[in-house]
């Protein structure tokens, strides 16, 4: 008959499952203490866990879940990656660490509803994160909009610009008619000084 120690420990670790994306279990054997908590520490970082299960427990704890498509595996020591955001994330930080240190073995996971081998897991970290996959759809976006943009307000700028020469030279023309208006108005008056003059001159003349 299960203890209630056992019991406890079954319901949190089903707890912490059901909410999961990611799911991989490892064989740590031959990890040192110190090993193990840099695991934990990088895994920390990518909103995943790292925790030493035993197998029995686990398929109690995974019946009707993810954890459950991974009973056949639950053999041997076994280390529990549970991740909640970032599956490709978690992938990474994993086989980068295996790399690194030989002595992990990555058996399979189950991420977002599908049971991968370990092949598929490392070619899972290959992809790029969801953070890289964002900025490249977004500069994706940017830049043909970027364009557009510029495609329509060159034409804007240069109606604008050619608005403003018209104004410019109306402004111009229209000082420049002002200016022979006045000139002609002044030679209209000198003419008209000068034929009195002459007409004063004929008069004097003949009076005399």
């Known amino acids: 008959m299960p203890t209630q120690e056992k019991v406890t420990t079954v319901e949190k670790l089903r707890r912490r499952v059901d909410g999961a994306t990611t799911l991989v279990l490892t064989e740590y054997r031959g990890l040192t203490v110190q090993q193990l908590?840099?695991?934990?520490k990088q895994l920390r970082a990518v909103a995943a866990e790292y925790t030493v299960v035993k197998n029995r427990l686990a398929k109690l704890a995974g019946a009707g879940s993810g954890l459950g498509t991974l009973e056949k595996h639950l053999k041997g020591p076994t280390?529990?990656?549970i991740g909640t955001k970032d599956p490709v994330a978690v992938a990474k930080a994993l086989t980068t660490f295996a790399r690194t240190n030989q002595a992990l073995s990555i058996k399979a996971g189950y991420v977002d509803g599908q049971v991968l081998p370990e092949t598929e897991l490392r070619a899972l970290s290959d992809l790029p994160s969801k953070d890289v996959l964002?900025?490249?759809?977004v500069a994706?976006?940017?830049g043909p909009l970027a364009q557009l943009v510029g495609l329509l307000?060159?034409?804007q700028r240069e109606i604008a610009y050619v608005l403003a020469e018209r104004?410019?030279?109306a402004a111009d023309g229209?000082?420049?008619a002002a200016d022979g208006t006045e000139r002609a108005a002044d030679g209209a008056g000198a003419a008209a000084a000068e034929a009195d003059?002459?007409?004063a001159v004929e008069t004097e003349l003949t009076s005399g």
């Not at 908590?37 to 934990?40: E, F, I, P, Y």
């Not at 964002?134 to 759809?137: C, D, F, L, M, T």
């Open 79 to 81: 280390g529990l990656v």
């Open 134 to 137: 964002r900025g490249q759809i």
């Open 153 to 155: 307000t060159a034409p």
């Open 167 to 169: 104004g410019k030279r």
């Open 140 to 142: 994706a976006i940017q």
């Open 197 to 199: 003059a002459a007409s």
């Open 174 to 176: 229209t000082e420049r």
């Open 37 to 40: 908590n840099d695991l934990r």
